[in-house]
């Protein structure tokens, strides 16, 4: 559970974001809802955990909120959700077991990272791209393949 976490969550809850207060501004880039594109996205480290993902981002005080909703491969319903404040510190995701956290920080206006812990151990840092047109998001998360070697997963997402 631990490993499809630490792949799935990367990926998943990637587009997270910045460091910071956030105005209307700064989450324009992210505010919306996403699918995930399971067949334009590439999982170098195996089958995704997931046949469906679609994710909320919104404003929220002066963070955001993000709601997770997702479609196991085999059929099984997953809810997650983060609230928190844009500032570098580590906040907690709502709906797993493990104590999974994140910082965001910001590189461009359309180009963000986010690193995750799990139980206080960084487990990796993933990038974040928002297209032009702000249609597209580019995930990319480093992850273990079976025979343990390092790799990289990229998550396709559009919004609508």
Not at 4 to 13: E, R, V, Y
Request: with cysteine; net charge positive; charged share 20%.
């Amino acid at each position: 559970m631990l490993r499809q976490i630490g792949c799935s969550f990367s990926l998943f809850l990637s587009l997270l974001l910045l460091a910071g207060r956030v105005s209307a501004e700064d989450v324009t880039p992210l505010a919306g809802t996403w699918h995930l594109n399971v067949a334009q996205s590439n999982f170098a480290s195996g089958p995704p955990a997931y046949s469906r993902v679609i994710f909320r981002i919104e404003p929220h005080d002066d963070g955001l909120k993000v709601v997770y909703d997702m479609i196991g491969t085999r059929g099984g319903v997953t809810h997650w959700e983060w609230t928190g404040k844009l500032d570098g510190k580590d906040y907690a995701l709502q709906g797993v077991e493990e104590v999974v956290t994140n910082a965001y920080s910001r590189i461009d206006e359309r180009t963000f990272t986010i690193v995750t812990k799990v139980d206080g151990r960084p487990t990796g840092t993933t990038r974040i791209v928002v297209s032009a047109d702000r249609k597209t998001m580019t995930v990319t998360s480093p992850a273990t393949n079976p025979r343990g070697q390092r790799v990289v997963n990229t998550a396709i997402y559009e919004k609508r």
